[in-house]
């Protein structure tokens, strides 16, 4: 036996101790599902239509997707003197409220307006008044949000209006996630970076391309889950 092995012991190693150890398997987490709040206000139907193509690009994302309604303000005896918006009431009976907590558990939520005179209508206005209690306590910090808007001609406020929602929202501390100019179907629905914008008519008929808009709002819903996503599974 040499000098080294009996400095330091000429013992053969079993096969088994000279096997490396084995690592338990870290077993990685599927990423949680996240849940979309769509919010919107609509007198004859248009944000509400905006709202459910936001609904459906959402879950086409693999969310989770409600969409609630603002509660009305107007008086009774106003809104029945426009057939259009008695009849938009009566068939959109059955949408939730959106209530402070709808917003405080939802990970992203998606406004759509009509704009009055350049901001929010007033019924959007009311929820976000109502929510100084969960902002105080950090509860809306950190959700992801988009918006959309519309108004009677092409340069009526929509841009104001969207832009408006995302002012509160940096007083929020939320993510914004607007469209920009990630996808063509932007350009094709009117080039709205801000959020897709539509006009209508007299009637509520919107004026641009209905299969287009489709299109910029279930990619605007997309995008906006897709960020929510890195938010939610960091």
Not at 66 to 93: C, G, M, R, S, Y
Not at 109 to 115: K, Y
Not at 132 to 147: E, P, Y
């Amino acid at each position: 036996m040499g000098i080294l092995s009996k400095l330091f012991g000429g013992k053969k190693k079993t096969e088994q101790e000279t096997q490396p150890i084995k690592q338990p398997q870290q077993v990685e987490e599927p990423p949680k599902k996240v849940k979309v709040a769509v919010v919107y206000y609509s007198m004859s139907g248009t944000n509400y239509q905006l709202a459910q193509w936001a609904a459906e690009g959402a879950r086409e994302a693999g969310a989770e997707a409600t969409v609630f309604k603002a509660t009305e303000l107007a008086p009774q005896e106003v809104i029945d003197t426009v057939p259009a918006w008695q009849a938009h009431l009566q068939a959109t009976e059955q949408v939730p409220a959106a209530q402070v907590d709808d917003l405080v558990e939802a990970d992203a939520i998606i406004f759509s307006v009509p704009t009055r005179f350049g901001n929010m209508a007033a019924q959007l206005q009311q929820l976000f008044d109502t929510a100084g209690g969960a902002w105080a306590q950090g509860k809306l910090a950190n959700k992801v949000v988009s918006a959309m808007a519309s108004a009677q001609n092409p340069h009526g406020g929509q841009e104001a209006t969207i832009l408006g929602i995302y002012k509160s929202m940096h007083h929020w501390g939320t993510i914004i996630a607007a469209p920009g100019y990630t996808d063509p179907v932007t350009f094709a629905a009117g080039g709205n970076p801000y959020g897709t914008s539509v006009s209508v008519d007299q009637e509520g008929n919107m004026i641009e391309d209905r299969a287009a808009i489709e299109a910029a709002v279930k990619h605007q819903a997309k995008r906006t889950v897709m960020v929510a996503g890195w938010v939610k599974n960091r």
